[in-house]
């Protein structure tokens, strides 16, 4: 039996303390936060403690500690765990700086405990199948991948303010997507941007809607086109074109009833948000930690793919600045 601390008690993390507590593998023994208040309600709901993070980190019995804290905590909390010897899933991004996030790759190499980060999309059924069948050859060498990512609506402006813009807090999940789907990183990164949705988001620095070239040192090309809204819901689609064939993963949608009249053929909406559309991701993704500590195997997702994510979304940030591509081996990756 796994026993587990949770420090954030915020939005991700009330998702997280139900994987926990449903995996028959691990318990939930206690919540930190630096809003004591959110971190009673989590631990109240589930049975758990509401202790400050010392008393967890410190605390011989709990084995593993999953960080669901603001992102711009998440470097220092992973080298305090794995220094007090836990295993660690963290939350993406692993921070809003390259060179924070690299420095912490160091220290963990050093205190030598496991690592992953929490790219749950590798986990959701669909893109898990699309990978599967990739990986058994079906549509031979993947040449061109094409990943549709658009949120129902734009978070609030003092939201968008501290999360390290849209390249390193939303498209980071498409970046390491790419990364999962393409098996390399990719050698240049160019970036278009605009905040055509939401002229406050462009006041504030970001863009909401964007497009990433990547390019492959053998050639290959992948597309990524990010907007904060979609008014018809969570758009969350990939399409793989390869040598042998295509591989395409579609939306969830609220039912499954299609409607056809003489007006036409129509469906349900897509599921409305990331907390719906991927809960069943968020399950698989703690299975998968789990297994891996209990089995000393290595982590599904590693420090190495946060900071691969997260220099893509770095160069993006500046491509979309400059109006140029970047390649990667210029931010020392
Ligand atoms: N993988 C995903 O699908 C996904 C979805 C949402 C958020 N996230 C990530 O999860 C993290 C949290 O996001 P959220 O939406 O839950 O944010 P949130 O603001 O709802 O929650 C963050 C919590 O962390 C607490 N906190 C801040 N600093 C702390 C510290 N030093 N010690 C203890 N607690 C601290 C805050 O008080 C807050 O309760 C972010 O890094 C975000 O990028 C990932």
Request: net charge negative.
């Amino acid at each position: 039996m796994l026993n587990v601390g949770l420090l954030g008690a915020g939005r991700i993390a009330g998702v997280h303390a139900t994987a926990i507590s449903s995996n028959p593998e691990s318990t939930l023994v206690a919540v930190s936060d630096i809003n004591a208040a959110a971190a009673e309600k989590i631990a109240t709901g589930y049975g758990a403690q509401m202790r400050d993070t010392d008393a967890i980190l410190n605390d011989p019995a709990i084995d593993a500690v999953l960080i669901a804290t603001s992102t711009d905590t998440h470097s220092d909390l992973i080298e305090r765990a794995t220094a007090a010897g836990k295993s660690v899933l963290c939350e993406k991004p692993v921070d809003l700086s390259l060179a924070r996030a690299q420095a912490c790759q160091k220290v963990v190499a050093a205190n030598g405990k496991p690592v992953m980060i929490g790219f749950n999309r590798r986990f959701d059924p669909s893109f898990s199948a699309l990978k599967a069948a990739l990986d058994a050859g079906e549509i031979g060498k993947p040449e061109l991948l094409s990943i549709t990512s658009f949120d129902p609506a734009p978070p609030p402006v003092a939201y968008v303010k501290v999360s390290g813009g849209l390249f390193r807090d939303m498209m980071i999940h498409d970046f390491d997507m790419a990364n999962f789907l393409m098996n390399a990183a990719p050698v240049s990164v160019s970036a278009v941007g605009t905040s055509i949705v939401d002229p406050e988001i462009g006041a504030a620095g970001d863009v909401d809607t964007a497009v990433v070239t990547l390019t492959y040192a053998d050639g290959r090309i992948a597309v990524i086109k990010n907007s904060r809204r979609a008014v018809y819901g969570y758009d969350q689609r990939v399409e793989l074109l390869g040598s042998e064939g295509l591989l395409q993963a579609q939306n969830m949608l609220e039912n499954t009833v299609v409607k056809s009249t003489t007006a036409g053929v129509t469906g349900a909406r897509p599921t409305f948000f990331f907390l719906e559309r991927y809960m069943p991701a968020y399950t698989a993704e703690w299975a998968a930690f789990v297994d891996a500590v209990n089995g000393g195997s290595a982590m599904p997702v590693t420090l190495d793919d946060g900071v691969a994510a997260l220099a893509m979304a770095e160069a993006a940030t500046r491509s979309v600045k400059s109006g140029a591509p970047v390649r990667l081996d210029s931010l020392g990756v």
